[in-house]
């Protein structure tokens, strides 16, 4: 049973470049959400789908972007990379409104 | 928004109870979360507490919640090493499909 699924699991970009992190769930869950985590600052809500076709921003999304085509892919974004954004991103699902989140294993990205 | 605190780091003996805590700002949260997360893993679901109940017990696990001060504990008796994890406690508002992670707490475990 897979669960959440993200990939790359590592990835080393420059300052400028742009890059997609993919999230797959197999649970059938209606909402979906990317977290990034840093040191000190615990997880930080970045956006968030409550279906396919809806996106909604949370508390840190500028300079990301997501997509929601199909219901079990939820799509992360980095148009132009900054080192700001260096850290590891979560993305997490969950089958019902009621803050139970079934969590990927991360994705770390370094931008240099 | 909501506001959820922790302490960065705590260290406790295998064998000995401990005590992570955790405070919220929104009297309006509907469950309480504790999750942990393992080195190089992401974060799996501990327990939770309804926003209606005052202590949750399931197993090593206690939870206890003071609605009047909004603090959240969890206390895990009988510490062993492989509980050693950061612990995030999280707090989630109905209607808004968000949830509020606090920093997380290291806890090391001494053998």
């Known amino acids: 049973n897979a669960g959440v699924t993200q990939t790359p699991k590592f990835r080393v970009l420059k300052t400028g470049q742009s890059m997609t992190l993919l999230c797959a769930q197999d649970?059938?869950?209606?909402?979906m959400y990317w977290y990034r985590q840093d040191p000190g600052m615990g997880l930080r809500l970045i956006h968030y789908?409550?279906?396919?076709?809806?996106?909604a921003k949370g508390e840190v999304p500028d300079g990301y972007n997501v997509s929601r085509l199909k219901k079990q892919n939820f799509l992360l974004g980095l148009e132009s990379a900054a080192p700001s954004q260096t850290s590891v991103y979560f993305c997490?699902?969950?089958?019902?409104?009621?803050?139970?989140?079934?969590f990927g294993e991360g994705s770390r990205l370094t931008v240099l | 928004g909501e506001d959820v605190e922790q302490s960065l780091f705590l260290s406790v003996r295998e064998g000995d109870s401990s005590v992570i805590n955790c405070t919220y700002t929104d009297s309006s949260s509907t469950y309480l979360y504790w999750y942990k997360q393992e080195p190089g893993a992401g974060l799996q679901l501990l327990t939770y507490?309804?926003?209606?109940?005052d202590m949750k017990q399931d197993q090593r696990l206690t939870v206890l919640l003071n609605k009047k001060d909004k603090h959240l504990s969890l206390r895990i008796a009988d510490t062993q090493t492989g509980d050693s994890a950061i612990y995030f406690c999280a707090a989630f508002k109905g209607g808004y499909q968000k949830v509020t992670f606090g920093t997380g707490t290291k806890l090391q475990v001494i053998p």
């Open positions: 789908s409550v279906g396919e076709g809806t996106t």
């Open positions: 507490i309804f926003s209606n109940m």
């Open positions: 997490a699902s969950s089958k019902s409104s009621t803050g139970e989140l079934f």
């Open positions: 649970m059938n869950h209606e909402y």
